[in-house]
């Protein structure tokens, strides 16, 4: 069980995590969305022990009720690996390219389950083909530039597992694929965490691939979690401004919409971009771009309500 | 394939010379290169001394051959152990950061505001003048140059995202150095290895051209040269030949080197 509240992280330019709450118990598939700069990869790094040095962190982090914060690198490293494991979006460049595949899979087995050379090697087999890697045996002795996108994030995906983890955080693992190999990432994440009773964290802005892969979902603005609840409800009846922006936002090609003359209509998009981190609101980090907004919300912190926990004002006076 | 640079071809046409002849050396000279021979001193070239004699009689092709030998080995073992350790402060000057990593670059900083051959000759002096004094004077003169190659390269491997990977993976610092940041820079490596086997030539040659290295009765193109200089205008073709043979030397590992680069990072080459 791994659990956070009301994380922090402060950098000199602002606050990329503000308050962040997150409960993982085994096998949960939880999905994080939302745009680049919202913190989804923040929320990653404080699961993993791999805050830039830079951050100040304030808050709880606990796992199994032993609390994590302010522990030393030496037991964040006993942990990664062990017990929890990422996977990163550009499988090109997240394998050494000097490295034959199999030595990298094999390095932690070496040094944290402390297996001979022949023991991993075995275990390495295992784990390429649990991640549908064919021909494992010959596959082990190729160099990253052998093999394909897809391939590099099963070989990836297998480093994660070689330990054995209890929490697999995948931070846009589909990203940088093509969409057919995507959905074959996708479903064998969902499978591996149904397996192995594996708790899975899978960020992504693709809410489609969140939708596929996720039970529950929270959903992230500006180093705040805005929205959560279950993947299915949230995606289908969002209650934060900013969700439901997000969601309007989607094209859907089996219903182009067309405006009275019969013409296209463009796609509904949520106005302006995410401010960099020193000009975010004090208050509501959405205000500024937000249809509901009111003069408080600019000030104003909202704090969560409701059964999805939005983090909004117009929510909590009952408007949106 | 793409038809490798000129500076490399010509480059390792010379450096296989270069060495080729010192290995050669240490099997078979045309003559004992110490051996004196007053009566026949100042000999013109000839079917026997193929380049004449110098002012002892000894003959001056198995000196130079000799010669080679001495100065591929001090340069060899300087750079090596100058290397070694530059790379592994670097190193560890990357990998840890912080304030250890700064009094590391700022004592390179020192090594380098400190002209090099003034510290070996300083070196030299303090210690005695003798050939492994001059290797160790050499040795130090490179560590600056290579904690400073391994720790820029060091940090750009720091923030590749297979690092990332190896440190999600809990791997710690050491184990992440020795598998991923140090095969990733041997390139860079190398080729400074390359560029300062040219200069620790030079300094060999310089050092013992003052003295302050190879001595009597061990060849050396450097004390070859200082011997020479008296005769300049009795026999001023002693001064050419070790000086055409240094010559030969350091162009050939100069051009090698930057052959090397031009190779592995082709974004310099264009750039130059």
Known sequence: MFEMVDVTVRFNAGEALRGASLRIAPGDRIGIVGESGSGKSMLAACLMGMVPDAAKLSGSLSIDGTDMTGAAEATWQAIRARRTAMIFQEPMSALNPLRRVGDTVAEPMRVHLGLSKSDARNRVIALFEEVGIPDPVSRLRMFPHELSGGQRQRVLIALALACDPELLIADEPTTALDANVALKITDLLVHLSQSRNMALVFISHDLAAVARATTDIAVMYGGDIVERGLTAEVLADPVHPYTQGLLAARPDPQAIPRDANGSRRRLPTIPGTVPPLYAMAQGCRFSGRCSVEREECASVKPMPVGPRHATCHAVKRGEA | MKSLPANFVIGAVLVAL?????????????????????????????????????????????????????????????????????VALGLLASAIGGWIEDGVMRLADLGFAFPALLFAIMLAAVFGPSLTNAVLAIAFINIPIFARVARASANQIWTREYVLAARAAGMNKFTITRDHILPNIAAAVIVQATIEFAVAILAEAALSYLGLGAQPPASSWGRMLSEAQTLMYLAPELAFYPGFCIVIAVLGFGLLGDGLRDITDPRLARAR
């Not at chain 2, 270069?18 to 099997?27: C, D, N, Y």
């Not at chain 2, 290169?33 to 001056?60: C, E, H, M, Y």
């Open chain 2, 18 to 86: 270069v060495v080729g002849v010192a290995g050669l050396s240490l099997i078979w000279t045309p003559h004992d290169p110490t051996a004196l021979n007053i009566r026949g001193k100042f000999g013109d070239p000839s079917a026997v001394n193929w380049l004449g004699t110098d002012q002892l009689g000894r003959d001056i092709v198995s000196q130079l051959m000799a010669a080679a030998r001495n100065s591929m080995t001090v340069a060899l073992v300087a750079v090596l152990l100058g290397g070694s350790i530059g």
